[in-house]
């Protein structure tokens, strides 16, 4: 359209001009760049023709930026839905969240309720993730949850690979209980006494992981 209005010489009807105007201001005006000596036909070269418009179509830094982790833990709900669903992408991630907060913590901020889908959200990861070192923390963690409100409105509406996954981490519970007691602290008096307080722990522990299979319906 450019060429036949610089042939025509009359500019009246450029519907991009609302005044008359020269062709050569037209052609300036949309940042056209122009072919060089060394430019040659039928050569694919990656050269922008209107780097204005480039420019104008790159998405801001801002927009595109996610953050890897987070500046501090989540206090509120809120807070906690947020980083949830838009900070941390992987499972990795989001179960060393859970165990940076601990059972206590996540009972405060969950403790009006616990979000429709959170609680089965929260079994998938912990079930891919569980360590045998981390199974005190993570027990605290399923502890705490028992005890928010419509608790048992969430575990009816677990789905099926859900339900699964709650299965699988109570089953690796009680492996890890299995194995910490096949290896004896030592010999001698001190250790004698310790191996007793740590087989205390571990039937205290064995009770409420028995307790929370049945408030998690794990049969």
């Known amino acids: 359209?450019?060429?036949?209005?610089?042939?025509?010489?009359?500019?009246?009807?450029?519907?991009?001009?609302?005044?008359?105007?020269?062709?050569?201001?037209?052609?300036?005006?949309?940042?056209?760049?122009?072919?060089e000596k060394k430019d040659k036909?039928?050569?694919?070269?990656?050269?922008?023709w209107n780097p204005c418009a480039a420019r104008s179509k790159a998405p801001q830094a801002s927009d595109v930026e996610i953050p890897q982790e987070?500046?501090?833990?989540?206090?509120?709900?809120a807070e906690f839905?947020?980083?949830?669903?838009?900070?941390?992408?992987?499972?990795k991630d989001k179960y060393q969240l859970l165990l940076e907060l601990g059972g206590?913590?996540?009972?405060?901020?969950?403790?009006?309720?616990?979000?429709?889908g959170l609680l089965g959200e929260f079994?998938?990861?912990?079930?891919?993730?569980?360590?045998?070192?981390?199974?005190?923390?993570?027990?605290q963690i399923l502890r705490s949850l028992s005890g928010t409100k419509r608790f048992g409105l969430n575990v009816?509406?677990?789905?099926?690979?859900?339900?699964?996954?709650?299965r699988g981490l109570f089953g690796k519970l009680q492996c890890a209980s299995g194995d910490a007691r096949m290896f004896p602290v030592g010999c001698g008096t001190d250790s004698e006494t310790h191996l007793t307080d740590t087989s205390l722990q571990r039937e205290t522990e064995e009770r409420m992981l028995m307790e929370l299979m049945k408030s998690y319906r794990v049969n």
Request: with cysteine.
């Open 41 to 48: 036909m039928g050569e694919r070269r990656n050269v922008l």
């Open 156 to 166: 009816d509406l677990l789905s099926g690979p859900e339900q699964e996954s709650s």
């Open 123 to 139: 079994l998938v990861v912990l079930a891919e993730n569980v360590r045998r070192e981390d199974r005190d923390a993570v027990l």
């Open 81 to 91: 839905y947020r980083d949830w669903r838009r900070c941390l992408k992987s499972g």
């Open 1 to 35: 359209m450019v060429a036949k209005l610089w042939n025509s010489g009359d500019m009246t009807h450029c519907p991009l001009c609302s005044v008359r105007s020269s062709p050569q201001n037209i052609v300036l005006a949309s940042h056209l760049k122009p072919l």
């Open 70 to 77: 987070l500046d501090q833990l989540p206090r509120t709900s």
């Open 104 to 116: 206590e913590a996540l009972g405060r901020i969950f403790q009006a309720d616990l979000g429709f």
